[in-house]
């Protein structure tokens, strides 16, 4: 299986696919540094902590809905790989559907759920009133955003990785522009942000939707209106797979929620330097997914063809590059991190209070690349309950080594999130590695998983 290695093309596949969704990812932070910006240079800090609020309670939202990106990323692979052009129509279909349904429920009922949450915060009664504001503005982009994700998830299952990368290019584009437009050049403030960021996504939807037809046409797929009347053929599959995904996923931003507020208990520098940490650590997520999304898109494309040898050979040109970036970030994090924390914050207390937990950070890399790399793979083969279960023993662990360790502070913290990664990929890999020895691996989800 190494002699994949020499194989060029594979090597050509693989980055055709992982380095436009790394490109493309870049631009999300830059977005979230943009909008600090532009809010940041109001008159009244409680603009700033307004849109920081309020962006991350429709944040948290959204990408707890990411299923919808990796479900249809996995079932329209596996149906490309099978030349299955109903399927792959029907996918399609299926996630918009779903996509709508779920920003309905969304929009009808998001003013009691922002009421609770504000229940619940600590925050101003200035910065509650901007972060509703901005709440209840950015949730009506949520048929837009939602059914982004499942075009996103289309097109890279169908192997086009291009398509993804230029409609997250101009949709951050088209809301960076807007927003200093209608913040800085029209004085809207906090509504102009909002704004910017809706029109963005519905911007983005219709550029998406072009993008799928264009694909649609080269693929020669049904017709849409002979797909319509059938969506509810497969939906179970679809509904399971995506409930156990939401589950792994509500699992894994408990953790980073977890340790943000822990965190928070142990005084205002370490707040502040596990916020410096944390960037850095969002920095390597968005790096390791391009690859996992190439993971996902190449594991279901085998799976649907059944071709033991082609997923063989997608497991080692994935893991192999995967394990060199891993190598160059940590390597990075060791040898420049504390100049790398002197770029963020100018605070010395905040530096020191860094530089002290950063061998923790430089481990992250070699230790998270196997659990991306194992989602994509499980993600691929649509085996969401294996994820689902594998994700709950490792948020247990999570729990049990910050108790066990609690007596040494943050420290403690760091322990608990490198041993929670460590478990989301164990678990996988012994999982994977018990399917592949009984040759089951190969064949997809049953509606039943």
């Given amino acids: 299986m190494l002699t994949a290695l020499r194989d060029v093309s594979l090597h050509r596949q693989v980055f055709a696919l992982a380095l436009p969704m790394v490109l493309s990812n870049i631009t999300v932070p830059l977005l979230g540094l943009v909008d600090a910006a532009v809010i940041g240079h109001l008159e009244y800090a409680w603009y700033l902590g307004g849109v920081a609020v309020g962006g991350t309670m429709i944040n948290v939202t959204f990408w707890l809905l990411g299923f919808l990106r990796m479900a249809t ?18 996918v399609f279909i299926q996630g918009i559907a779903l996509a709508w349904l779920l920003a309905l429920l969304l929009i009808v009922f998001h003013q009691p759920v922002s009421a609770m949450i504000f229940h619940f915060s600590s925050a101003s009664a200035e910065v509650k009133i901007y972060a509703e504001q901005y709440f209840s503005i950015r949730i009506w982009g949520a048929p837009a955003a939602l059914a982004n994700f499942v075009i996103m998830g289309w097109l890279l299952g169908t192997q086009n990785a291009r398509l993804p990368m230029w409609l997250l290019i101009i949709t951050n584009v088209v809301n960076i522009g807007l927003d200093v437009l ?41 017709a849409l209106k002979d797909k319509i009347g059938s969506v509810r053929h497969g939906m179970g599959r679809l509904l399971k797979l995506n409930r156990d995904i939401f589950l792994r996923s ?96 100018s605070i010395p207390e905040v530096r020191q209070e860094a530089a002290v937990y950063l061998p923790w950070l430089a481990a992250v890399p070699l230790v998270s690349m196997w659990c991306f790399l194992l989602d994509g793979i499980f993600i691929g083969a649509t085996r969401g309950r294996e ?63």
């Fill in 73 to 90: 990323t996995g079932l329209s692979a596996q149906a490309y790989g099978a030349s299955d052009k109903d399927a792959q129509a029907g």
């Fill in 182 to 222: 209608f913040v800085l050049g029209f004085g809207w403030k906090v509504q102009g942000a909002a704004a910017a960021s809706v029109i963005a996504d519905y911007s983005g939807l219709f550029l998406g939707l072009w993008f799928v037809s264009r694909q649609w046409l080269a693929h020669s797929l049904p």
């Fill in 250 to 345: 509500l699992c894994l931003q408990l953790a980073f929620t977890f340790m943000t507020f822990q965190g928070a208990t142990l005084g205002d520098n370490v707040v502040a330097a596990n916020a410096v940490l944390m960037s850095f650590l969002m920095l390597v997520s968005y790096a390791m997914d391009g690859f996992a999304y190439a993971m996902e898109a190449m594991v279901g494309k085998a799976i649907g063809a059944r071709s033991r040898e082609e997923l063989g050979r997608t497991l080692v040109g994935t893991t192999f590059w995967s394990l060199v970036i891993s190598l160059l970030i940590t390597l990075a994090f060791t040898v420049f991190g504390v100049d790398i924390i002197g770029l963020i914050s």
């Fill in 387 to 449: 994820m689902r279960n594998s994700m709950f023993v490792a948020i247990c662990s999570f729990f049990a080594i910050w108790w066990l360790l609690s007596s040494f502070g943050n420290h403690a913290l760091w322990g608990a999130m490198l041993g929670f990664m460590a478990m989301r990929g164990a678990g996988l890999a012994v999982i994977f590695a018990y399917q592949w020895q009984k040759n089951i691996f190969l064949e997809p989800a049953s509606a039943n998983n």
